[in-house]
């Protein structure tokens, strides 16, 4: 598989039995298939490092840089921004339910040290950030599995929680 951002070829790693494509050779940016992302957590072996390195990896192909697409399935993905930060912070797929942390991307939010209430708030955000994706919105067992996703997703934006043990 191809990475969205820099198009090197993507290695899966086996995290403790859960599979994930890192750009390994590449920007170092993560992709998630969704039923991935929500059986992932700090016990995984391994992870914290593939996060590190994503974090302290520069951003590739930043400039003027247009839509991702989805690696699956070839759809563009939605960007999803940290609202202070102005940055991309995740790219999803409404059609596979994918997500793509790019790298460089952690810095910015780790920065700001987003409190509980914070990323709380960010979760609602993006939970309600399904532009005309009502047949998505109508599949009760669907939008449940997203925002697992999400929570998921957003805890590993707030890095510190990750990279220091905070
Ligand atoms: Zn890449
Ligand atoms: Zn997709």
Redesign the pocket.
């Known amino acids: 598989m191809k990475c969205p951002a820099c198009q090197e070829t993507m290695k899966t790693e086996d995290f403790g039995g859960v599979e994930v494509d890192v750009c390994k050779s590449g920007c170092k940016g993560i992709w998630f298939d969704w039923h991935e992302l929500t059986r992932l957590d700090e016990s995984h072996e391994g992870f914290g490092e593939a996060l590190r390195e994503a974090v302290e990896s520069p951003r590739a192909n930043d400039e003027g840089r247009g839509r991702l697409n989805?690696p699956?399935?070839a759809?563009p993905m939605h960007a999803h921004r940290y609202p202070r930060a102005q940055q991309v912070n995740v790219d999803e797929?409404y059609?596979?339910g994918?997500m793509f942390l790019d790298s460089g991307e952690f810095h910015a939010v780790r920065e700001e040290h987003m409190t509980d209430a914070e990323q709380e708030a960010y979760v609602q955000d993006l939970l309600e950030d399904v532009p005309a994706m009502h047949a998505l919105r109508e599949d009760t067992e669907r939008m449940t599995l997203r925002a697992d996703a999400l929570r998921h997703m957003t805890r590993y934006l707030r890095l510190g929680y990750w990279v220091t043990g905070e």
């Open positions: 989805c699956r399935c759809m797929c059609s596979c994918g």
